[in-house]
């Protein structure tokens, strides 16, 4: 009992030095760490007095528990004073630096005084004199002209700043120096200055955008058109009449050249043995140079003959009229209607282009081991999808871009999608609709088994790699507009970059118009019935 009434007292007594450990804050609002000292001494000279012996073991635990409150709170004054004192060391350095700023503007203001004097120069008068407004302005152009960087203190921007110290006539012209840096282009690897100036200027450290590649192109001919390529859908009763007509057209009027696939060749001399001056090539060796003999290639279809027509081309893609003869028709904006009227204006010229941009992909056996590349490349205007197919199983893919880790797919399978592609596959599969001039690959995943995975659009200098890895439980399967399937086993990759060659496909109107026209027209978007006038209206506005 006499054990257990001294401790009481002595709680009373620690519960005082606790109010005295918060009253005795300095001022700076530091706990004072001599007040906790004694608290700690207290206990401990308590615990020597009292007779732990014999005493029970609720109050061992007791006095350990206050013990330990003590320690605790020495701990908290020492981690404040700690603070304190760094930051008396920040508030040296601090008027240190002011110091060595208001130095160098002294001297900067006596250099611009000595060059003011001696070429009487009245732009640095005006420098001198010049109001304190907050403001950042250009003046190294200025002053290098004038004479008054002639000890190289202002080699940037300057910025005069009010708000330093309005009253001290050192900080009324403060001068603080931009950090320079330079812009390197880097471009498949290479670091070289081969394209930036079509691109960003940096003059003196400012960046501007001078060209942007979504800018409208127009196709002005330089020499008349002598050759054109006419690729038209298959089993279309609708097409093979208008295929007659324009072939008709355009050898007996415009005095043109026309090729056609061997198929449409054989339909053309079934019809008349007249059509034998259309021109055809015999085996598929022969399309790897129709690019330099075709100054136009015209499509009689839908949205698949156009892909179709730019899958013939493994490199540049002469220009291509889109006429539409199919359901959807989103890049064939052309009417068969007119096809007389459309040709004429086409090669007559200029006529508004759009330049689609492609993917080029690579399939890499067994990615691990070989970097090489082992198969032909893939070149899509629409997509690439690599999926699941006949397995059942979710689709496992690792998907890098350059170097670094995107995510893993885990669904049935993911999407690389141009921006022309943006309204068709991607876009049944919740990407965004993006305009076809904007560079970029669309990374949209289809049906994935999280509920965070948001599609996503890369820039366009990026290399995606996808991988099928090698604990993945089945194959994945690789399409390219749809077509070509090429399967991949666990170890293969999937390269997939820009190709430096886009499918220029004439306008209607001009890039902008024609997409916007598709989206209206092809997809409805956005389709609501106007809201009438007649109903209720806020009377206050
Ligand atoms: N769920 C889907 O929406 C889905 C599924 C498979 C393939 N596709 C698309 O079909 C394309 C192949 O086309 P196809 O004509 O050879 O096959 P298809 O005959 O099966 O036609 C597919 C449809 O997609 C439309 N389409 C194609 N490219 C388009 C584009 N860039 N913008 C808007 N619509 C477009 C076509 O007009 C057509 O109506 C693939 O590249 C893929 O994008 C879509
Ligand atoms: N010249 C061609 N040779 C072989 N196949 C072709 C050719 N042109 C188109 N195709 C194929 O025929 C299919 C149908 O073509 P297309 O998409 O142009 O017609 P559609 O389906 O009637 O039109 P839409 O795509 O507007 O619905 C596509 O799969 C396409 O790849």
Same mark, same amino acid.
């Given at each position: !009992? ?5 401790? @009481? ?20 609002? +530091?706990?004072?760490?001599?007040? @906790? ?97 907050? !403001? ?79 800018? %409208? ?12 390529? @006419? ?11 208008? +295929? ?34 259309? %021109? ?11 690019? !330099? ?107 890098? +871009? ?116 598709? @989206? ?22």
């Amino acid at each position: !009992m006499a054990a257990g009434r001294r401790l @009481i007292s002595f709680c009373d007594s620690f519960g005082h030095e606790e109010a005295s450990v918060s009253c005795s804050k300095p001022e700076n609002g +530091c706990v004072d760490s001599l007040s @906790i000292f004694h608290s700690e001494k207290a206990v401990e000279e308590l615990l020597q007095q009292t007779p732990v012996a014999g005493m029970d073991e609720h109050l061992i635990e007791f006095s350990e528990a206050l013990r330990t409150v003590a320690k605790a709170l020495r701990r908290a004054a020492e981690g404040k004073a700690s603070a304190q004192a760094e930051a008396a060391e920040w508030k040296r350095r601090y008027e240190l630096e002011r110091t060595r700023n208001i130095q160098m503007e002294q001297k900067a203001r006596m250099a611009e005084q000595f060059s003011a004097e001696k070429n009487g120069d009245i732009d640095c008068e005006r420098v001198k004199n010049s109001d304190n407004q907050s !403001m950042l302005q250009n003046e190294s152009n200025e002053h290098s002209e004038t004479g008054c960087m002639k000890h190289g203190i202002w080699s940037h921007e300057v910025l005069r700043d009010r708000e330093s110290d309005s009253n001290s006539n050192a900080d009324r012209n403060k001068i603080m120096r931009k950090a320079s840096f330079k812009l390197s282009w880097w471009c498949n690897g290479e670091n070289g200055d081969q394209h930036k100036h079509d691109i960003v200027s940096f003059e003196r450290g400012n960046i501007t955008t001078a060209e942007r590649s979504s800018k %409208q192109i127009s196709l002005k001919w330089e020499s008349d058109p002598q050759t054109v390529l @006419i690729l038209t859908k298959p089993n279309s009763v609708s097409v093979r009449i208008l +295929c007659v007509q324009m072939v008709r057209w355009l050898r007996e009027r415009k005095k043109l050249n026309v090729y056609v696939e061997p198929r449409v060749k054989v339909e053309l001399l079934a019809e008349s043995s007249n059509f034998s001056y259309v %021109q055809t090539w015999k085996d598929d060796s022969e399309i790897s140079h129709l690019h !330099m003999k075709v100054d136009l290639v015209i499509t009689l279809g839908g949205d698949g003959t156009v892909l179709w027509a730019a899958s013939m081309f493994k490199g540049p893609v002469p220009p291509i009229v889109p006429f539409s003869l199919g359901s959807l028709g989103f890049m064939t904006p052309f009417h068969s209607e007119h096809f007389k009227d459309c040709l004429d204006s086409v090669l007559r010229g200029p006529i508004s282009i759009t330049l689609r941009h492609r993917l080029l992909c690579r399939v890499v056996r067994d990615a691990a081991k070989n970097e090489y590349e082992t198969e032909e490349p893939f070149l899509v205007l629409n997509e690439v999808t690599i999926d699941r197919g006949i397995s059942s199983y979710l689709t496992n893919l690792e998907c890098y +871009c350059d170097n670094s880790f995107v995510t893993c797919v885990q669904g049935d399978g993911l999407i690389l999608s141009t921006t022309s592609g943006s309204t068709a596959y991607s876009l049944a599969a919740g990407g965004s609709m993006v305009h076809p001039q904007v560079p970029g690959i669309l990374f949209t995943p289809i049906c994935p088994h999280s509920l965070s995975f948001r599609p996503l659009i890369l820039p366009e200098h990026v290399t995606v790699r996808i991988m099928v890895p090698f604990n993945s439980r089945s194959p994945a399967w690789a399409s390219f507009d749809g077509k070509d399937r090429k399967l991949l086993a666990a170890g293969d990759a999937l390269l997939c970059s820009m190709a430096p060659w886009p499918v220029p496909t004439a306008c209607q109107v001009d890039s902008t118009n024609d997409f916007l026209r598709s @989206i209206h027209d092809g997809l409805h978007w956005n389709l609501r019935k106007t809201q009438s006038f007649d109903g209720p209206r806020d009377r206050d506005l």
